[in-house]
C-alpha cells in the first residue's frame, strides 16, 4: 500500500512572486542541432525561433521548440568558458532553467530573494528590434535556476514592414515584446508532425538523501506554493527502489513541482540515488507532459521511435478491478502500455518515456487527465519493478 495524503487548503490564492505560468524549459545540452532533430522527429515539436553565430550570438546556440502551449530551449555553448560547458561535463543533457512568466520580474527576484532565494541574475532589461523584456534569475535544486520573465506579448506590428529592424506596434509598455519568441531569437520555423502534446503538467526534481523537506520549505517559503499530496516513505517501495515524495504547487495549482528524495531500500539502489549519482547533483528528474488523446499520442510517438518504460502485460488484468469502468479498450492500452490510475475525482492515463540520453537521467511522462489531479500512486509499484529491471540492466541496482 502507498500511503498518500493530500491537503488542499481552502485559503485565499497566494501569489507572493506574481507568477503567470511556466514560460519555458530550458536544457543545456551538448549538441543542439543533434537535440533538436530528435525533439523534432521524436516528439512533434516544430522549431520556432534560432540565435547562434549567424544571428550575432558568439556565446550559444539556441533553438526554440514548440507544440501548442509547450516551449523548449535547446541551448549548446560555444566555448569551455561559457558556464554552459560545465554545466554539461557536470550533469550530461539536462534542465538548466524552469522560467516563469511573472506579473514584474523586480518584484517577483527581490521578493524571492527576501524570502530566502540565492540569487543568479540581478533584474536587467533584454531587448531587441522586438522590443524588450524584463528578465532576473534564482537558484534552486542542483544547479538548476528559475528565470523570471515580465514584458507584455503584443501583436506583431504591421506586415508592410517587410520584416526590417520593425516598426514598433502601439503600446504604452516599456516592457513588450512583438519577436518570435525572446529577445535574441530569430524566427525560424521547421515543421514538426506534431503528436498532440499540449501543455507541461508538472516537473520533478530529485534532490538529494534528506533535503526533500529542504525543498519543499523553499518552494513554501521563497514561492508561496504549498504542499499537495504526500506520497509516504514506507511504503513507495518495492523491494528496491524506495523514494519519498512531495507536491508542492502554487495556489492554482497550475504549476506542479513533485520533489522527490532517495529512501533506503532493502539493499539496493534507489532509482532517485541512481540519478543524483549520474547527474551529479539534484536536477529535474522528468517534464510531464499532458495531452488530449494519449492513445494518439503515444502511437504517434512509439512510431517515431520513442522508449517507453513497459509494465508487465499481468498489469492488464487487474485494472478493472482496480480502477473501474473507463472510456478507453483495456487491449488498446496493453497494446501501446499505457497506465492508469483513478482518484476520488477521475482518473488519468500516462506513460514514461526511457531516459532521453545515455546518462540514466532526465526522462518524460506523457500524461492525460479525466478529472483525477493524481500522479499516478496506484502505478508506482508495476513501475518501479521495470525500473528497476532497466536499472539492473544497468548494472545500477
Ligand atoms: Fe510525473
Redesign the pocket.
Known amino acids: 500500500m502507498i500511503t498518500e495524503t493530500r491537503t488542499e487548503t481552502k485559503t485565499a490564492i497566494q501569489n507572493p512572486l506574481g507568477l503567470k505560468k511556466i514560460h519555458h524549459v530550458e536544457f543545456y545540452v551538448g549538441n543542439a542541432k543533434q537535440a533538436e532533430f530528435y525533439y523534432r522527429k521524436a516528439f512533434g515539436f516544430s522549431r520556432a525561433a534560432y540565435m547562434g553565430l549567424e544571428t550575432g550570438n558568439r556565446e550559444t546556440t539556441s533553438y526554440v521548440m514548440r507544440q501548442n502551449r509547450v516551449n523548449f530551449i535547446l541551448t549548446t555553448p560555444l566555448s569551455p568558458e561559457h558556464p554552459g560547458s560545465e554545466h554539461i561535463k557536470q550533469h550530461g543533457d539536462g534542465v538548466h532553467d524552469i522560467a516563469f512568466q511573472v506579473e514584474d520580474a523586480d518584484h517577483a527576484f527581490h521578493e524571492a530573494v527576501k524570502r530566502g532565494a540565492r540569487p543568479v541574475e540581478e533584474p536587467h532589461d533584454h531587448g531587441d528590434d522586438n522590443g524588450m523584456v524584463r528578465h532576473a534569475s534564482i537558484a534552486t535544486y542542483g544547479d538548476t535556476i528559475h528565470s523570471f520573465l515580465s514584458y507584455a506579448k503584443v501583436g506583431s506590428p504591421s506586415k508592410s514592414s517587410s520584416g526590417g529592424a520593425g516598426t514598433a506596434p502601439q503600446t504604452e509598455e516599456k516592457y513588450a515584446y512583438w519577436g518570435p519568441f525572446l529577445p535574441g531569437f530569430t524566427a525560424q520555423e521547421v515543421a514538426g508532425e506534431e503528436v498532440g502534446i499540449q501543455l507541461v503538467d ?1 516537473i ?1 526534481g530529485n534532490v538529494e538523501l534528506g533535503k526533500m523537506n529542504y525543498w519543499c520549505d523553499f518552494y513554501r517559503d521563497v514561492m508561496g506554493f504549498e504542499r499537495y499530496i504526500t506520497f509516504d516513505d514506507k511504503d513507495i517501495s518495492t523491494e528496491y527502489s524506495a523514494l519519498m515524495s512531495i507536491v508542492m504547487s502554487d495556489g492554482g495549482h497550475n504549476i506542479k513541482f ?1 520533489i522527490n528524495e532517495p529512501a533506503e531500500g532493502k539493499g539496493g539502489k534507489s532509482q532517485i540515488q541512481e540519478y543524483i549519482d549520474f547527474y551529479r547533483s539534484a536536477g529535474a528528474q ?1 517534464v ?1 507532459l499532458l495531452c488530449k488523446d494519449i492513445r494518439h499520442t503515444v502511437a504517434k510517438l512509439q512510431e517515431n521511435g520513442v522508449e517507453f518504460l513497459r509494465v508487465p502485460d499481468t498489469y492488464y488484468e487487474e485494472v478493472i478491478d482496480r480502477v473501474g469502468a473507463i472510456d478507453e479498450s483495456i487491449e488498446d492500452l496493453k497494446r501501446l502500455g499505457i497506465l492508469v490510475d483513478r482518484d476520488d475525482e477521475g482518473y488519468l492515463l500516462q506513460i514514461f518515456t526511457k531516459p532521453v540520453e545515455d546518462r540514466p537521467t532526465v526522462f518524460y ?1 506523457i500524461l492525460q487527465r479525466k478529472g483525477c489531479k493524481g ?1 499516478g500512486k496506484g502505478n508506482f509499484k508495476a513501475l518501479f519493478v521495470s525500473i528497476e529491471e532497466e536499472q539492473r540492466r544497468r548494472g545500477n541496482l
Open positions: 508538472h520533478v513533485p522528468h510531464a511522462e500522479f
